[in-house]
């Protein structure tokens, strides 16, 4: 009978079956987490996305990287290619990229990399290859690698210098890291969202390959 068993139960132990009861089931409660993860991640921030790929895709990939972070420039070199030929350009998957920047110098590329970029999506993922591809030189001779960037794409270094010291720019950036950090709980690079749901360091072509397949057949 039940309620001469309720009628012995504590009011803390009520609540706790009370509580159990409106959080339901454990995969419930995962799946909406992952769901409020989700429209989080989704939540317009301080800066417009740099995005590509269709915004009706089935899944949509959000990365945090640092200029500054090898992994990200392994990711960018090794995996990211694969992605987009296979997921991306065939409208399986939308690809946003937020910058993390770990340092200074990371800080420094994101804000040349939106200088450049502007409102083309195609140009800004150009110039986040050419970042990573220069990030050895970029962590040693700063200056020097930002003034050969910005001069592959046209830019004076009085052009580069000016967007070096876009105050609302870095102000910027720095809001949307901190949004990541507290709300996002993102604390590395690369960090990944696929469909909101969080994925810390390095994933090979393999790993996210097995992930899409799994979630495209949802």
């Not at 009861?21 to 989700?38: I, M, N, V």
């Not at 417009?48 to 972070?69: F, L, N």
């Not at 220069?134 to 690698?145: F, G, H, I, S, W």
């Not at 910005?150 to 720095?174: H, P, R, Y």
């Amino acid at each position: 009978m039940l309620l001469p068993v309720l009628s012995h139960m504590t009011s803390a132990a009520l609540g706790f079956i009370v509580l159990l009861a409106f959080l339901g089931p454990p995969t419930d409660r995962e799946a909406k987490a992952q769901s409020a993860t989700a429209a989080a991640v989704a939540k317009p921030v301080s800066l417009p996305d740099i995005a590509i790929g269709s915004p009706k895709a089935p899944v949509t990939i959000v990365e945090y990287a640092s200029m500054s972070c090898p992994h990200c420039a392994a990711f960018g070199e090794n995996v990211f290619p694969m992605l987009r030929s296979k997921y991306i350009d065939t409208g399986k998957v939308r690809f946003v990229f937020r910058e993390f920047p770990l340092d200074i110098k990371a800080a420094a590329a994101s804000m040349l990399v939106r200088c450049i970029g502007k409102d083309d999506a195609e140009k800004h993922f150009a110039v986040i290859e050419t970042m990573f591809k220069q990030q050895a030189r970029l962590m040693d001779q700063t200056k020097e690698t930002l003034f050969l960037v910005g001069k592959l794409n046209g830019m004076s270094e009085q052009d580069v210098e000016t967007c070096e010291t876009d105050q609302a720019l870095l102000d910027k950036i720095a809001a949307d890291q901190r949004y990541a950090m507290e709300t996002l709980k993102v604390d590395a690079t690369p960090t990944f969202f696929v469909n909101g749901e969080q994925w810390k360091g390095a994933m090979s072509y393999e790993e996210l390959d097995a992930k899409l397949k799994t979630l495209l057949k949802r």
